[in-house]
T-cell receptor, first 113, second 114 residues
Framework: QKEVEQDPGPLSVPEGAIVSLNCTYS??????FMWYRQYSRKGPELLMY????GNKEDGRFTAQVDKSSKYISLFIRDSQPSDSATYLC?????????????FGKGTLLTVNP | NAGVTQTPKFQVLKTGQSMTLQCAQD?????MYWYRQDPGMGLRLIYY???????DKGEVPNGYNVSRLNKREFSLRLESAAPSQTSVYFC?????????????FGEGSRLTVL
């Protein structure tokens, strides 16, 4: 079993829809959970960050972590065409100067006007 | 503010040729990373440098070498390029002390090996 599993999609939704993106993981030592957004032909950029379990909201974006189920989610409300991108989940065990992220393979999202 | 700058942006090589990908960051970050991104494989860590003067292998180091030239610069060298090294390469950096996970990525270097 891979450490991080992410449905690659593609996912196509109409403008204004609620989008749900998900990842599962197998390493119970993961403590830090992130979502990166990657536009076509660009590098990834950090979108959301959560530590341990719980929810975090930032505008139209909500990140959820359920450590008991080893499952993380990113919700996008009122989706916009500008949200069209690949979304990568990422996680790591601990901070400090020597940490390494494990990435999911990414989900390609298209929001249609 | 430039962030992470990679050169070149595009390169075509023949099998067996060598080349170096350059990366520089202007954010005074301690840690720097080289990833490759392939369709269906996601981002895979090649090498990283936790701090100036140190380098370590990542998940897929074979066929690559790195040099942490100074705090700003981290280069990736392909000594004898192979078609399997056709990929998009990303350099990233982070302050490396908070564990927040915020890697700052460059825009990528697209390499084709014929």
């Amino acid at each position: 079993q891979k450490e991080v599993e992410q449905d690659p999609g593609p996912l196509s939704v109409p403008e204004g829809a609620i989008v749900s993106l998900n990842c599962t993981y197998s390493n119970s030592a993961f403590q830090y959970f992130m979502w990166y957004r990657q536009y076509s032909r660009k590098g990834p950029e950090l979108l959301m960050y959560t530590y341990s379990s719980g929810n975090k909201e930032d505008g139209r974006f909500t990140a959820q972590v359920d450590k008991s189920s080893k499952y993380i989610s990113l919700f996008i409300r009122d989706s916009q065409p500008s949200d069209s991108a690949t979304y990568l989940c990422a996680m790591c065990q601990s901070g400090g100067s020597n940490y390494k992220l494990t990435f999911g393979k990414g989900t390609l999202l298209t929001v249609n006007p | 503010n430039a962030g992470v700058t990679q050169t070149p942006k595009f390169q075509v090589l023949k099998t067996g040729q060598s080349m170096t990908l350059q990366c520089a960051q202007d954010m005074n970050h301690n840690s720097m990373y080289w990833y490759r991104q392939d369709p269906g494989m996601g981002l895979r860590l090649i090498y990283y440098s936790a701090s100036e003067g140190t380098t370590d292998k990542g998940e897929v180091p074979n066929g690559y070498n790195v040099s942490r030239l100074n705090k700003r610069e981290f280069s990736l060298r392909l000594e004898s390029a192979a078609p399997s090294q056709t990929s998009v390469y990303f350099c990233a950096s982070t302050a490396g002390t908070s564990g927040r996970g915020e890697l700052f990525f460059g825009e990528g270097s697209r390499l084709t090996v014929l």
